[in-house]
């Protein structure tokens, strides 16, 4: 089993910026991937931006510019740099972890973006 745990949610003024972190453990190897996902109220989960293990990056349009992926692979971390902030960026933010044993989710952190 693998668990994640993110951090660095909260509430930010439009312009503002933040940045989540998640923390693998447990059976963490040969990760293929780590992302980002965020669902706000009444819509579906959306992916934000991934990066693979081979270091490679993309990001969901929206935030293109604005928000980067980023890892630690010696301590199993991902980050999400937020700038830019905007009120449509409100959501819960959640990890993602695939590796040859299945795919993980975190529990999600909330992101409020709000004058």
């Known amino acids: 089993q693998v668990q994640l745990m993110e951090s660095g949610g909260g509430l930010v003024q439009p312009g503002g910026s933040l940045r989540l972190s998640c923390a693998a453990s447990?059976?963490?190897?040969?990760?293929?991937?780590m992302a980002w996902y965020r669902q706000a109220p009444g819509n579906q989960r959306e992916l934000v931006a991934r990066i693979t293990r081979t270091g490679t990056t993309d990001y969901t349009d929206s935030v293109k510019g604005r928000f980067t992926i980023s890892r630690d692979t010696s301590e199993n971390m991902v980050y999400l740099q937020m700038n830019s902030l905007k009120p449509e960026d409100t959501a819960v933010y959640y990890c993602?972890?695939?590796?040859?044993?299945?795919?993980?989710w975190g529990q999600g952190t909330q992101v409020k973006v709000s004058s």
């Open positions: 993602y972890l695939v590796n040859p044993l299945g795919q993980y």
């Open positions: 447990g059976n963490v190897f040969s990760i293929l991937a």
